[in-house]
């Protein structure tokens, strides 16, 4: 039996829109004409829902207001900024050609194509007041064949692992087929399965940077179409899809603690455990950076029965730690201030995390000095963990450096015929930012943000340390080693992804 399984949906941004200075062209409808006064409505799908919007016009089409409908699902402090921004931008201009939000283009794009909707509607053509139709790529979609599911193998023994939460979580083996939370939980089984870490796979949530597509796109040439026998069983940061996960029946579900994954899978084990289903949980970066990902794969090592080659790994990785603490100074020595910020961008303020979460943890490692330590750390609004700063906070703390993620660079990316992800480093567009050391200086870096949560953990701390601490590591070819790592462990190159860019100008 075959199902039809929408994966993902994209939009291909074929041209930026003009700015938005210049005065509307007189409509194109009926020219020279008038009677256009009233109240029109149009409507657009934005990221969350549809983008529902009001345009009053006067008799001679003139746009005198736009109101969008707050009863609208998108992101607060995102999505919310150009819905905020963009209908004042409109009348003000008199123009749809109007710059989206930088972090915010489908709800920039879904006002701009429900207010030519309104103007349609009026029997107005959008073209005279500057709008551009953004082409929408054709969905892609993979089918799943339940029929190409990888046959389960005889159970021969048993097995009882302790995850990361502490529970006791009882296996049969030899694990036949697993179910990850996100496509990356598959970069830690590469290492001990090969080629089979896909052959085994059933199952995957997707994740922000459509992990899904990307990873298809960069493993299927070297191990064939194992999308054929994967299903998606949740959506980016979103429950998991118990009936999807029912009809795979994997062995295992293998859960990493990023978007709430924990959660969703503990709301629905007791559904899984009827059916035999176990749940493994694991937490990468963890409070412990350093050892997260090596417990993860001693757990993994024992779930696959590949003990011996999760050995190697770890013994790799511990190696780079150790190196990292040799060339490190002394704690006691003054350590370079640093701020980091995901989702940033110039009109939108992403948050931040303390040293005991996230990125904060690489930071940490690096031996950086977190300017957001001071107020996270003990307020009880994030307990330790992440939140936005004020921005006048980040202004008079003038870091040394500035450390971004979830801002452009992409995640395995770099696959044949692929246009890999570029940071553009807008967030330096930020009033007084030009002022800062960090970008005077040009210390300002964004790092591929699923890195931190990944096996490749251990190459963002040592290169964040070799920019922290030039003259210390000026002998350790980070590059090298990792390198080194893929050569070892996995399937394909290190340049798969861009892992780390440098601002080198301000951005006009």
């Known amino acids: 039996m075959k199902k039809t399984l929408a994966i993902f949906s994209i939009i291909l941004l074929v041209a930026a829109m003009l700015a938005g200075c210049t005065a509307a062209t007189q ?17 657009a799908p934005g990221y969350h829902g549809a983008i529902n919007v009001e345009v009053t016009l006067d008799e001679e089409g003139g746009i005198r207001a736009v ?15 150009p819905i905020e921004k963009m209908p004042g931008a ?80 009882a296996l049969e083996l030899p694990i036949s087929t697993y179910a990850v939370s996100t496509m990356d939980v598959v970069d830690f089984i590469i290492p001990l399965l090969g080629e089979d870490a896909f052959h085994k796979l059933v199952g995957s949530g997707q994740d922000g940077g459509g992990g899904l597509q990307g990873y298809a796109k960069l493993y299927t040439p070297l191990v064939g179409d194992y999308m ?47 059916v035999g289903i176990p749940i493994v949980l694991v937490d990468v970066p963890g409070k412990s950076f350093t050892s997260s990902v090596q417990d993860t794969l001693k757990i993994f090592g024992e779930i696959f029965q590949k003990r011996e080659r999760a050995g190697e790994v770890i013994s790799f990785i511990d190696s780079q730690y150790e190196l990292l603490h040799a060339k490190k100074p002394t704690p006691c020595s003054e350590k370079p201030t640093v701020y980091y910020e995901k989702s940033g961008y110039a009109e939108i303020f992403g948050t931040t995390s303390s ?22 750390l003990e307020t009880a609004a994030s307990k330790g963990g992440g939140n936005t700063l004020d921005p006048e906070y980040v202004l008079q703390a003038d870091p040394d450096y500035i450390i971004l993620s979830g801002s452009g660079a992409g995640w395995m990316d770099n696959y044949a015929g692929s246009v890999p992800s570029v940071p553009k480093f807008d967030i330096l567009k930020r009033t007084g930012w030009q002022r800062l050391q960090a970008v005077k200086n040009k210390q300002v870096y964004e790092l591929a943000h699923a890195t931190s949560r990944s096996i490749f953990g251990f190459y963002a701390a040592l290169k964040l340390a070799s920019i922290f601490y030039p003259a210390e590591f ?15 462990f996995m399937l394909v190159g290190s340049d798969i992804t861009g892992w780390i860019y440098r601002c080198a100008e301000v951005p006009e």
């Open 228 to 274: 054929q026998h994967v299903g998606q069983i949740s959506d980016h940061n979103a429950p998991f899809d118990l009936e999807m996960i029912l009809a795979l029946d994997p062995d295992v579900l293998l859960v990493n603690s990023a978007m709430g994954a924990h959660r969703y899978a503990l709301e629905i084990e007791p559904q899984l455990s009827a």
């Open 474 to 488: 000026k002998d350790v070819d980070v590059e090298a080693i990792m390198d080194e790592f893929f050569t070892r």
């Open 90 to 169: 409109i009348v003000s201009s008199q123009s749809l050609a109007v710059d989206t939000i930088s972090g915010a283009t489908v709800t920039g794009d879904a006002i701009l194509a429900a207010v030519a909707a309104a103007l349609t509607s009026a029997g107005l053509d959008p073209a005279g007041y500057g709008y551009e139709v953004k082409e929408t790529a054709a969905q892609e979609t993979y089918t799943l064949n339940m029929d190409a599911l990888p046959p389960k193998k005889p159970i021969t023994g048993s097995l009882t692992v302790t995850d990361v939460k502490g529970r006791a979580v």
């Open 67 to 81: 109101e969008i409908d707050e009863k609208h699902a998108e992101t607060p402090a995102v999505g919310t900024v």
């Open 355 to 376: 040293s005991q979460t996230g990125w904060g943890t690489v930071i940490a490692a690096a031996g950086g000095e977190n300017i957001a330590d001071p107020i996270l």
């Open 27 to 43: 409509p194109q409808n009926g020219a020279g004409t008038t009677g256009y006064a009233g109240v029109y409505k149009g409507s």
